[in-house]
């Protein structure tokens, strides 16, 4: 396992001895949060003036009961077709998956105030690339409640080695399964039934391009170059700039040619992967280790984008 904590652990609850999808959301305080809609929203203007008092009749506020506090609490602005769902609404989905896929709870967590949540699964087997580099896959629901997001399933794995989050895209392979939340629970089993085998066979597709990505052999000079084309080099750069940009470029050498965790795997297109993958989920510049987690869980976003831009770039020189 991973001497660091990685993602699921900095935001995440251990759920490992839940049975249940309610026991496993009991653990990790999220039951009971009663999301529901504020038709009522105001806004409230002070200035020289005196206060204004706005009515916002086209906004609706989506709150949650705080499950330690009592308090309510605002997650965020939703439109007029907007439904709240609780996370226990998708308690039956996740039994379902859990008995299908003999998978066991593993974390769950809310963050950004209870904005965003994640509850995620390990399936037993574990699948190792090359035969050795050890991989523990997991199938996770995400959601939102201030609309950012809709709530989906995902698949993807978790290097043992290093704990890097395997999350990016892969071409003709579907990772994710978007929940049609305003259908009854009976229609929700069944849909998820259903693509529960299309979200393995990204777990297949995962495995033949690691594997091919490990018998193709890398250069640092290769390496230096994909660097550059995932962070352009600046024109004009200021000293702040300039400086970011070297302590970017030695960071990732130093996890390509000298890291413990591609020590296995070293001057391979799959180690040059994992130095990326490496880099923006535990070393990439962020205000706190929460923000770094959550950005490394994000199905959207810069880390994904690179992360994928990366995998595409390197397995086309394994083409």
């Known amino acids: 396992m991973p001497s660091r904590p990685n993602a699921w652990t900095i935001l995440g609850t251990s759920v490992q001895s839940a049975d249940t999808a309610a026991e496993a959301l009991d653990m990790a305080n999220m039951r009971g949060w009663n999301v529901r809609l504020l038709g009522d929203v105001n806004a409230t203007c002070v200035d020289e003036t005196g206060v204004t008092t706005l009515k916002m009749p086209d906004t609706r506020a989506n709150v949650r009961t705080n499950p330690i506090t009592g308090e309510t609490e605002y997650l965020g602005k939703v439109g007029r077709k907007y439904n709240p ?23 769950a967590g809310a963050y950004d105030n209870g904005r965003r949540f994640f509850i995620s699964m390990t399936l037993p087997e574990v699948l190792r690339i090359g035969g050795f580099d050890q991989h523990q896959m997991h199938v996770t629901l995400f959601g939102s409640h201030d609309a950012s997001s ?25 990772h994710s399964y978007s929940i049609p939340h305003t259908a009854s629970a009976q229609v929700k089993i069944a849909e998820v039934h259903k693509a529960l085998a299309t979200l393995f066979d990204w777990q297949d597709a995962f495995e033949r391009e690691a594997n091919r990505m490990l018998n193709t052999p890398v250069s640092l000079g290769q390496f230096e170059t994909l660097v550059n084309t995932i962070w352009p080099v600046p024109t004009s750069p200021g000293k702040v700039q300039r400086t970011n940009f070297q302590n970017r470029m030695d960071t990732l050498r130093t996890l390509f ?16 992967w994992n130095a990326f993958g490496e880099y923006l989920d535990h070393y990439a510049r962020a205000k706190t280790a929460a923000t770094r987690a959550a950005r490394s869980l994000s199905d959207k976003g810069d880390v994904t984008t690179r992360k994928t831009e990366a995998y595409t770039n390197l397995l086309a020189l394994a083409a």
């Open 85 to 107: 769902v609780d996370i226990e609404e998708h308690e039956d989905v996740l039994d379902m998956i859990r008995r299908e896929s003999d998978a066991t709870f593993h974390r």
């Open 150 to 174: 809709s709530n989906s399933f995902h698949i993807g794995p978790t290097r043992l080695d290093c704990g890097n989050m395997q999350r990016f895209i892969i071409k003709g392979a579907q």
């Open 257 to 272: 040619e000298d890291a413990d965790t591609q020590e296995s795997i070293r001057g391979t297109g799959w180690a040059a």
